[in-house]
């Protein structure tokens, strides 16, 4: 069962360069998470929404629950961005994608 | 606040071994799940608890038992370690109404 589509599943980018991540599910849903999760590392929540977009500094989210979509935009991309983004939906449970493995070169 | 902790951070383990993960969080959160990872594959649900005294299945509970006798800790037990339980376990908080999910540092397990 795939829940949770993202892609691409693996994305190189040179430092600078605007980055999309795409998330589609097939759940209903009440809200959407985006997760980070560096090499080796912990696991951190960076975005969580229901509607619309949201923005922190460099990482913008949007969703369209309609469609059952979001994206995650990283703009000028920087090295330390190089990690996995993990979209996950959530209604009565949390579903996750297997994520988007990230690479900005510098 | 330290968030979420686990221990031990890597473990190794012979096949039939028994061992508790352990988690715990300062939060005075009352949901409290446990997740596996493996590699390309998101995360699943093992169990999950929605306060102290009640605990529930998730995803993939066989081979796991869970307890919650406190609000603050939230232990996973392997009752008898397969091979097919190698993986990066991580246990995660938050609070009632589905906010923001605080995730420890993992458990990374083999067993051999």
């Known amino acids: 069962k795939n829940e949770v589509e993202q892609s691409p599943q693996n994305l190189t980018a040179q430092e600078g360069e605007f980055i999309t991540i795409n998330c589609s599910y097939s759940?209903?849903?009440?809200?959407l998470h985006w997760l980070q999760q560096h090499p080796g590392g912990g696991i951190v929540s960076l975005f969580m929404?229901?509607?619309g977009k949201k923005k922190h500094g460099r990482l913008i989210a949007t969703i369209n629950i309609q469609e059952k979509h979001s994206s995650l935009h990283i703009t000028a991309s920087h090295p330390r961005d190089s990690a996995v983004y993990i979209c996950?939906?959530?209604?009565?449970?949390?579903?996750f994608g297997t994520g988007t493995s990230l690479t900005v070169i510098p | 606040n330290a968030g979420v902790t686990q221990t031990p951070k890597f473990q190794v383990l012979k096949t039939g071994q028994s061992m508790t993960l352990q988690c715990a969080q300062d939060?005075?959160?009352?949901?409290m799940s446990w997740y596996r990872q493996d590699p390309g594959m998101g995360l699943r649900l093992i169990h999950y608890?929605?306060?102290?005294?009640?605990?529930d299945q998730g995803e993939v509970p066989n081979g796991y038992n869970v307890s919650r006798s406190t609000t603050e800790d939230f232990p996973l037990r392997l009752l008898s370690a397969a091979p097919s339980q190698t993986s990066v376990y991580f246990c995660?908080?938050?609070?009632?109404?589905?906010?923001?999910?605080?995730f420890g540092p993992g458990t990374r397990l083999l067993v051999l």
């Open positions: 996950a939906p959530t209604g009565n449970q949390f579903y």
């Open positions: 929404l229901s509607s």
């Open positions: 759940v209903g849903i009440s809200a």
């Open positions: 995660a908080s938050r609070g009632t109404h589905q906010e923001t999910q605080y």
């Open positions: 939060m005075n959160h009352e949901y």
């Open positions: 608890s929605v306060g102290a005294g009640i605990t």
